[in-house]
């Protein structure tokens, strides 16, 4: 669903505790710093708290990372926002936007026990400090946001084998939308080009 009702925090991309200095840090290479909420990112950051806060993480079990973002916005800041959101309870809303339950009576406490309100406490503090813990609304137009594979001309393993048997260059992971899902912006643009290989 493109609409989340979450329970978290707002985690920065930048500074020393940031997201982009995290990723670096722990060596989470396939991690893509700009969008947490890819599969493959999302799993790469769970097992590296897993591992470097294993006393936070193993209380917070259905911990998530969401991301703000919609595919009609053509601005500079569309592909990337200054922060993620880091939540110890996701609900997704509806298309309908009806909610089963009274929502203002769910908001009014976090639905978390002491111990996992302590643990979400604790890693905000860490890697957020300052930033509020609450009950958040964040719009995802695309939460399976398509993005390029890595081109490299001397590396065959980004050719998959496709369900037809032919040869693709996407990676099982990666297919591409079938109609296109955000334009990007000129700088971003001329990015992506000064970047392939001559």
Same mark, same amino acid.
């Given at each position: 669903?493109?609409?989340?009702?979450?329970?978290?925090?707002?985690?920065?991309?930048?500074?020393?505790?940031?997201?982009?200095?995290? !990723? =670096?840090?722990?060596?989470?290479?396939? &991690? %893509?710093?700009?969008?947490?909420?890819?599969?493959?990112?999302?799993?790469?950051?769970? $097992?590296?708290?897993? +591992?470097? $806060?294993?006393? !936070?993480?193993?209380?917070?079990?259905?911990? +998530?990372? !969401?991301?703000?973002?919609? /595919?009609?916005?053509?601005?500079? %800041? &569309? =592909?990337? +926002?200054?922060?993620?959101?880091?939540?110890?309870?996701? !609900?997704?809303?509806?298309?309908?936007?009806?909610?089963?339950?009274?929502?203002?009576?769910?908001?009014?406490?976090?639905?978390?026990?002491?111990?996992?309100?302590?643990?979400?406490? *604790?890693?905000? #503090?860490?890697?957020?400090?300052? *930033?509020?813990?609450?009950?958040?609304?964040?719009?995802?137009? #695309? /939460? $399976?946001?398509?993005? /390029? /594979?890595?081109? #490299? #001309?001397? @590396?065959?393993?980004?050719?998959? *084998?496709?369900? @037809?048997?032919?040869?693709? *260059?996407?990676?099982?992971?990666?297919?591409?939308?079938?109609?296109?899902? &955000?334009?990007?912006?000129? +700088?971003?643009?001329?990015?992506?080009? &000064?970047?392939?290989?001559?």
């Amino acid at each position: 669903m493109p609409v989340y009702m979450l329970y978290g925090f707002r985690w920065p991309r930048a500074g020393f505790t940031g997201i982009r200095v995290y !990723i =670096v840090l722990h060596n989470l290479e396939d &991690a %893509t710093a700009e969008y947490l909420q890819q599969p493959a990112t999302t799993q790469l950051l769970l $097992e590296s708290f897993a +591992k470097t $806060e294993p006393g !936070i993480a193993s209380r917070l079990p259905d911990m +998530k990372f !969401i991301e703000q973002y919609d /595919p009609d916005d053509v601005s500079d %800041t &569309a =592909v990337s +926002k200054p922060y993620a959101y880091v939540a110890a309870k996701v !609900i997704a809303m509806p298309e309908s936007g009806a909610l089963d339950y009274d929502a203002e009576e769910l908001v009014k406490e976090s639905g978390l026990d002491e111990d996992s309100m302590a643990a979400l406490t *604790e890693l905000r #503090d860490k890697y957020a400090a300052g *930033e509020k813990i609450g009950w958040w609304i964040v719009y995802n137009g #695309d /939460p $399976e946001r398509w993005f /390029p /594979p890595i081109e #490299d #001309d001397d @590396d065959e393993s980004m050719v998959y *084998e496709d369900e @037809d048997g032919g040869d693709s *260059e996407y990676g099982s992971g990666s297919q591409p939308p079938s109609t296109p899902t &955000a334009f990007l912006p000129e +700088k971003l643009t001329r990015f992506f080009a &000064a970047k392939k290989p001559a």
